[in-house]
């Protein structure tokens, strides 16, 4: 733990602007601040929110009063930058509303009673899942993709769910889109910027590898832990009506992330398009099937604890990053867990230089490391809240960082490093 939190600290300050922040034995105390918020967060898991909410405000003040903002000083700066950072934040909280509605109709649904019949018993039919989960997130967000995993695993182990697996459930989300221009809003923002395709399609190799490792020991601790149900319930028949609810979320959602941000970015810049379709789908349905409007007040919480994180990982004075090379990758992946990959990644495209599929890999997958480093990983902490500790996270899911090097290793010895 003490490791991530020295390399939020240490490892953009070296192309930091000069004089840009008061320092404290040479870290801005910008990231000072930062890092005792995560501290807090790792330490107090049973009050992560007001941590959360409080190093925003702390930060917050800080910058207005001491450093101001590259929009401008005092309030009228940070005023500008929530103007700035507005669009993705309101995306962020729109889908991990809307998607927390979505597990529940999938879960609802008995689809995840009646999979059983199609699995293999033992520890590979919770291998299968995670499979199952890498291939979703794909084509799907990852919040979707961890959530449709999180209702699945409820149902196939009596709700009895190792923190080691759900972190690997984590893992396969965020591995599932690091390949994918469509699965994961970091490759998006590539594609977006003129990067083919086929040049993040190779972060496949390393996610493969990634999910084969953490996979095998998770669904072993899984097994130990509780077993996959070994019956199918008799009666048990799908609910067409939540799958139709869950399909059209799932539509509404791809077709608004390609339309806005491929078709039209600068509209995508300045609305949210993504999370108000899941939300326009959620209100076409209502006739359909009633929602579980009960799960919001928890899930809103955990939105506004992420939301948090992600305002004061804007506010860092990242101004670059260190040349662009393997190894600097490679550390991305760490800080990620920490940091929020969307301004890294652009701070990443700005700069250039990078073998774009090893960036897709490090930025997507090493949110996996904590529960709170990918909004998958919040997502998911809402309806398992005992996950929301990062000490048990590390120890239980130890698999997902010895996952991610080997996978980097593999992708680095198989196909070399191609900027």
């Keep these: 733990m003490f490791r991530l939190f020295v390399l939020i600290a240490s490892f953009p300050t070296s192309a930091l602007a000069a004089g840009a922040s008061p320092t404290v034995v040479g870290i801005p ?79 609802k649904s008995h689809l995840p009673t009646v999979l059983p019949r ?24 990852n919040i979707a993709a961890a959530l449709i995993g999180g209702a699945m695993a409820h149902q196939l182990f009596k709700a009895k769910v190792h923190v080691g697996y759900l972190a690997a459930i984590v893992a396969a989300s965020n591995a599932g889109g690091a390949g994918s221009v469509v699965g994961d809003t970091t490759t998006t923002m590539m594609w977006i910027s003129g990067i083919n395709p086929l040049e993040v399609l190779h972060a496949y190799v390393a996610a493969g590898v990634a999910l084969v490792i953490t996979g095998y020991f998770a669904a072993r601790q899984q097994h130990a832990y509780s077993p996959i149900i070994r019956h199918v319930r008799k009666h ?32 995508a810049n300045s609305f949210p398009f993504i999370g108000a379709a899941v939300w326009a ?47 600097s990758a490679l550390a991305l992946g760490f800080v990620s867990a920490v940091f929020d990959n969307i301004p890294l990644t652009a701070l990443a495209l700005r700069q250039g230089g990078y073998d774009w599929g090893f960036l897709a890999y490090a930025v997507g997958f090493g949110g996996s490391m904590l529960w709170f480093g990918s909004s998958a990983g919040v ?33 680095l010895a198989v196909l070399g490093w191609n900027p």
């Design 118 to 141: 199609f699995m293999p018993g033992e520890w590979k039919g919770a291998f299968v899942l995670l499979v199952m989960v890498f291939v979703l997130s794909s084509f799907l967000d």
């Design 379 to 411: 997502a998911l902490s809402n309806m398992y809240p005992e996950s929301r500790s990062a000490a048990q996270w590390l120890r239980q899911g130890w698999h997902v960082a010895v996952a991610y090097v080997a996978g980097f290793a593999v992708m």
């Design 281 to 327: 789908a959620i209100l076409l349905t209502i006739p359909v099937r009633r929602h579980d409007w009960e799960v919001l007040p928890d899930t809103i919480r955990g939105s506004i604890f992420l939301l948090s994180l992600v305002t004061c990982a804007s506010m860092m004075p990242v101004e670059e990053l260190p040349p662009a090379s393997w190894h």
């Design 29 to 107: 105390v910008d990231f000072v601040l930062f890092a005792l918020t995560l501290l807090g967060v790792a330490l107090f898991h049973n009050a992560t929110l007001y941590v959360a909410v409080t190093g925003l405000t702390v930060i917050s003040l800080y910058k207005v009063f001491v450093t101001g903002f590259h929009t401008g000083a005092g309030f009228v700066g940070l005023i500008g930058h929530l103007g700035h950072e507005w669009v993705t934040l309101a995306n962020l909280f729109c889908l991990l509303t809307g998607f927390a509605l979505l597990a529940r109709h999938f879960e």
């Design 236 to 267: 048990a028949h799908i609910d067409w009506g939540r799958i139709f609810i869950v399909g059209l979320m799932l539509v509404f959602a791809v077709a608004a992330n390609v339309t806005a941000n491929v078709e039209y970015p600068e509209l």
